[in-house]
């Protein structure tokens, strides 16, 4: 039973780390999203064309970047919701659960 408690423990420490890397993946889509709009709001104050466009191609390349961590941040949630059962515990399938439960009466069947 110890095995199991020890794999419930560590499935429950990687989503939690997994939801750790989801927020910090959507703060940083949201910096690059803050950063294009400073990039857009300085092109429209340049009045030099070269620098408008350089302003203007930062600001496409950060919305990008945007996008990308927004991207990888959706496909971790989904794997944090794919090992997590409805109240938040993760997910034991049942080839395991009986596996364990076989063990527990084995070790309480020697024991007594």
């Given at each position: 039973?110890?095995?199991?408690?020890?794999?419930?423990?560590?499935?429950?420490?990687?989503?939690a780390d997994l939801n750790e890397?989801?927020?910090y993946l959507q703060g940083r889509g949201q910096n690059a999203y803050t950063l294009a709009q400073r990039f857009l709001e300085n092109a429209q104050r340049q009045q030099d064309q070269k620098t408008r466009a350089f302003d203007e191609q930062q600001a496409r390349m950060?919305?990008?970047?945007?996008?990308?961590?927004?991207?990888?941040?959706?496909?971790?949630?989904?794997?944090?919701?794919?090992?997590?059962q409805d109240d938040g515990e993760p997910i034991i399938d049942?080839?395991?659960?009986?596996?364990?439960?076989?063990?527990?009466r084995g070790k309480q069947e020697t024991a007594g």
């Open positions: 039973m110890a095995e199991a408690h020890d794999e419930g423990e560590t499935l429950r420490a990687l989503l890397l989801a927020e950060l919305d990008y970047q945007r996008y990308i961590w927004y991207e990888i941040a959706g496909l971790v949630e989904k794997l944090v919701k794919k090992y997590q049942a080839q395991e659960r009986i596996r364990l439960e076989e063990e527990q």
